[in-house]
């Protein structure tokens, strides 16, 4: 008995994304489907899009995705319609407004500054290097010595 | 008594770590060489007490002993005895006791290969050393002792959590910590020698090979949980940008960049601040890795409440050592001249370039990760940040990463030509060229941006290659390659890891580009087509594991009426966790893998999906060369450890070559 009721836990449980009873049979339809619902976050989960996620609540969302679609939403109108129901949380791709502009210009910002800083480092030390300055490092002749001990190594 | 004698060992080991911090760093300020030399003995006992204390926990794990409510919340009788030991570590308090396990381990290493170093930077070394361990000891035993014991033992445990009974999990965690905690002797090395006030290209020699075992290590831990991922988690994915990915893949570009940084201190003495900030960056990703894993402040912004003083406690210590870190290094930065010169086209030139775009590329992840926490707390704006930001934010920086890789490792150090570096590169141009044109070609009408990858790793693979030849100089072709042979083992490593990086580049675009899926109802006994294979399920039947029950079905898979492999993918319930998991059945291949993963049963038949995933071992392949060619590296004569001590054997005065 007891064996039983484990074997229908195990074929009760939906394991799995997107099934073959939710899947549209329009190709084209269908694969518009699949591209916006790996844009979609399922709220209930931890980091997974709607088209990876097990739960009951992406599986209600995947059937919302097709139904709209098949009545003739484009792709912009309806990610507008899922966020105007469950807020901007469900876009895995953040917008680019307001503050969301730090996140997405901080890699090419930063990319340009270190750019910069390592040029004006390698002119400072081309410019000392001209001026003939001494670049003495300190060392006692003993450390030196051991220095090239351990280098020649 | 053995759970209370490895809960007294740690306490133990806890106040020796006390001792090891303070007494060898006063020496050192002092100048008392007993003091200093109080360093290396207290590190190996550090290490032996905490050896015995994690022996005793994984003892009582090993017996099932549930009076210790560790072992009753992650364990069980049934439970196969390899998932007993690796249970230790499959939880929050079990894992530190194996983070702090390898700490110490690296700090006796320390001690014992560093006869060679001056025996101030080495007390210094053992010092810094000795307090990460003193953070983490009172972080165990003021907040996740692992030794507690249940007043009421009850009669069997709670079992570890299925996903984790599965052996690439089960060793993904001791190679990530073999990496983290590497990375904590170079923020040790780095942070001695700021105390020091001095950088020189010993400092660089000794603070490599630690920096290229912790990125060897963090490589293999990594590629680990991917390949985990792929074949655990049903539909084949290799990489999530989870919060928790992202925790270990920024101090894995940190590492990468500063084991190139430290090639530059050691034999050009440049960029010697710089090389000191990105060992304490490392670390402190490091720490910041083990903050987002462990409070759940990330994943769950909510989950922060469950546990703040864990949360907290974490919050400190990286406080603690980046504030302390960062002041010295303000102090003391500015001390460090350097010494070599070079144009702006030289070697050093080039590795100042891999450097930036690495710590961009980190700094990128970094801010996706944790932006929807900063966005929650400043801007009041609840958003997710998911792997379509990462995948449009991140490419570019490799894109061009991969292009200036082959030509920057041809550029002599100084003062370069491009043309004269890219020269020897026309063969590899061609190359990639027309592979990525054959790539385009064959996945009409998708976008570019596939083949372009699968280009560039033609590029990196040939540029490798090419690096490799030009190195044996001139002359007869049997020549060269006998002199091939006996190239260093840095510039094999060099080139193997490089190549390692193309390959697999190769395996994430050929993947995402060519990746063919196929979701249907099957009844027993039909068969249809996906791509070039003919799928039949015959049979789904149940199957009894040692703790837990399964259907299991049966898919044969034919090509051109020929058996290709027949496959048994399952879906698993674990009756003591509740919990249910698929267990895909791949056909792997060298070109590709054959995928299928069995659902629910409907109308008369059951759910299968069939992947045909093309190339997809080449991604671990690729990391498992780039590990090798990291631990050819590490075995370069002039880093092996023991040279000190060999060379004092030898008589003085032998001539100059």
């Known amino acids: 008995m007891r064996r039983l009721v484990l074997i229908l836990c195990l074929l009760a449980t939906p394991l799995w994304a997107v099934e073959?009873?939710?899947?549209?049979?329009?190709?084209?339809?269908?694969a518009r489907a699949r591209d916006i619902s790996t844009g979609l976050r399922c709220l209930v989960c931890r980091n997974e899009s709607i088209d990876e996620s097990h739960a009951?609540?992406?599986?209600?969302?995947?059937?919302?995705?097709?139904?709209?679609?098949?009545?003739?939403?484009?792709?912009?109108?309806?990610?507008?319609?899922?966020?105007?129901?469950?807020?901007?949380?469900?876009?895995?791709?953040?917008?680019?407004?307001g503050a969301n502009l730090v996140l997405w210009l901080a890699g090419p910002g930063m990319a340009l500054l270190g750019l910069g800083l390592a040029f004006g480092y390698l002119r400072r030390q081309s410019r000392r290097k001209d001026e003939g300055e001494s670049t003495s490092d300190g060392l006692s002749d003993a450390e030196s010595a051991r220095l090239r001990e351990i280098m020649e190594d | 008594m053995i759970v209370e004698l490895g809960h007294f060992t740690l306490i133990l080991a806890f106040a020796v770590s006390i001792f090891q911090m303070v007494v060898p760093l006063v020496g050192a300020q002092k100048g008392w060489p007993e003091w200093m030399a109080a360093a290396a003995p207290a590190a190996t006992a550090q290490f032996l007490l905490t050896a015995v204390s994690f022996g005793a926990l994984t003892f009582a794990f090993v017996t099932s002993d549930f009076s210790v409510a560790l072992v009753t919340a992650n364990s069980h009788t049934l439970k196969p005895l390899l998932y007993k030991i690796t249970g230790v570590w499959g939880n929050h308090e079990g894992s530190l006791l194996l983070w702090v396990l390898i700490l110490t381990l690296f700090g006796a290493m320390a001690a014992w290969f560093g006869g060679n170093l001056p025996p101030r930077l080495r007390a210094r070394v053992l010092g810094v050393q000795s307090s990460i361990g003193v953070a983490f000891f009172g972080f165990i035993l003021f907040t996740s002792n692992p030794f507690l014991r249940l007043e009421s033992p009850p009669m069997n445990g709670g079992d570890l959590n299925p996903l984790l009974q599965d052996p690439g999990l089960a060793f993904h965690p001791p190679f990530l910590y073999l990496g983290y905690v590497g990375l904590s002797m170079a923020f040790s090395f780095a942070v001695a020698a700021l105390m020091e006030g001095r950088v020189d290209a010993a400092w660089g020699r000794w603070v490599r090979p630690w920096t290229l075992a912790a990125w060897l290590f963090l490589t293999i831990g990594i590629g680990l949980g991917s390949w985990w991922a792929y074949y655990e988690l049903g539909w084949g994915g290799f990489w999530f940008w989870d919060p928790v990915e992202n925790a270990s893949f920024m101090p894995w570009l940190i590492s990468a960049a500063l084991l190139h940084s430290a090639i530059v201190v050691e034999k050009r003495e440049a960029l010697k601040s710089w090389t000191i900030l990105l060992a304490i960056l490392a670390f402190g990703f490091s720490l910041i890795g083990t903050f987002i894993v462990r409070s759940g402040v990330i994943t769950s912004v909510h989950a922060f409440a469950n546990d703040p003083e864990r949360g907290v406690f974490i919050l400190f210590i990286l406080a603690f050592f980046m504030g302390g870190a960062f002041l010295l290094f303000a102090l003391r930065a500015g001390a460090m001249e350097a010494k070599g010169v070079f144009a702006l086209v030289s070697r050093e030139g080039a590795l100042i370039v891999n450097n930036l775009l690495l710590a961009v590329s980190a700094l990128v992840v970094f801010i996706g990760t944790i932006w929807p926490l900063l966005a929650e707390m400043f801007f009041d704006r609840t958003l997710s940040v998911g792997p379509p930001f990462f995948n449009s934010a991140?490419?570019?920086?490799?894109?061009?990463?991969?292009?200036?890789?082959?030509?920057?490792?041809?550029?002599?150090?100084?003062?370069?030509?491009?043309?004269?570096?890219?020269?020897?590169?026309?063969?590899?141009?061609?190359?990639?060229?027309?592979?990525?044109?054959?790539?385009?070609?064959?996945?009409?009408?998708?976008?570019?941006?596939?083949?372009?990858?699968?280009?560039?790793?033609?590029?990196?693979?040939?540029?490798?290659?090419?690096?490799?030849?030009?190195?044996?100089?001139?002359?007869?072709?049997?020549?060269?390659?006998?002199?091939?042979?006996?190239?260093?083992?840095?510039?094999w490593g060099k080139a193997v890891a490089h190549a390692g990086f193309g390959l697999t580049l190769f395996g994430v675009a050929a993947l995402t580009t060519y990746e063919s899926e196929d979701i249907r109802i099957a009844h027993i006994g039909e068969s249809y087509a996906v791509g070039p294979y003919a799928i039949t399920l015959t049979d789904v039947r149940e199957h009894d594991g040692p703790n837990y029950i399964a259907l299991m079905g049966t898919v044969e898979v034919e090509r051109d009426g020929r058996p290709v492999a027949t496959l048994h993918p399952e879906r698993r319930f674990y009756p003591v966790a509740a919990m249910p998991t698929t267990e895909a059945a791949i056909d792997g291949g060298f070109t590709r893998d054959v995928y299928v993963v069995l659902g629910e049963a409907q109308q008369g038949g059951f759910a299968l999906r069939t992947y045909i995933k093309p190339w997809a071992n080449w991604i671990w392949g690729g990391s498992i060369i780039m590990a090798l060619g990291g631990a050819l590296s590490l075995s370069d004569r002039r880093y092996r450890v023991a040279a000190g001590a060999r060379r004092q054997a030898e008589p003085k005065g032998v001539p100059a070559e």
């Open chain 1, 56 to 97: 009951e609540l992406a599986r209600d969302l995947r059937l919302l995705v097709r139904e709209r679609l098949v009545e003739g939403d484009s792709n912009a109108e309806l990610v507008d319609y899922v966020v105007e129901r469950y807020g901007e949380y469900v876009l895995l791709r953040p917008t680019t407004s």
């Open chain 2, 394 to 491: 991140f490419s570019p920086f490799v894109f061009v990463l991969a292009v200036v890789l082959p030509i920057g490792a041809l550029m002599p150090w100084k003062r370069a030509n491009i043309g004269r570096a890219l020269r020897p590169l026309l063969p590899a141009f061609g190359l990639a060229l027309a592979g990525g044109l054959l790539a385009y070609s064959v996945a009409s009408g998708q976008s570019a941006i596939g083949p372009i990858f699968i280009g560039l790793s033609v590029w990196l693979v040939a540029g490798a290659v090419i690096d490799l030849y030009t190195r044996t100089g001139r002359g007869a072709l049997a020549g060269r390659l006998s002199r091939l042979t006996r190239l260093p083992r840095a510039d």
């Open chain 1, 20 to 30: 073959p009873d939710e899947m549209l049979a329009d190709p084209a339809l269908e």
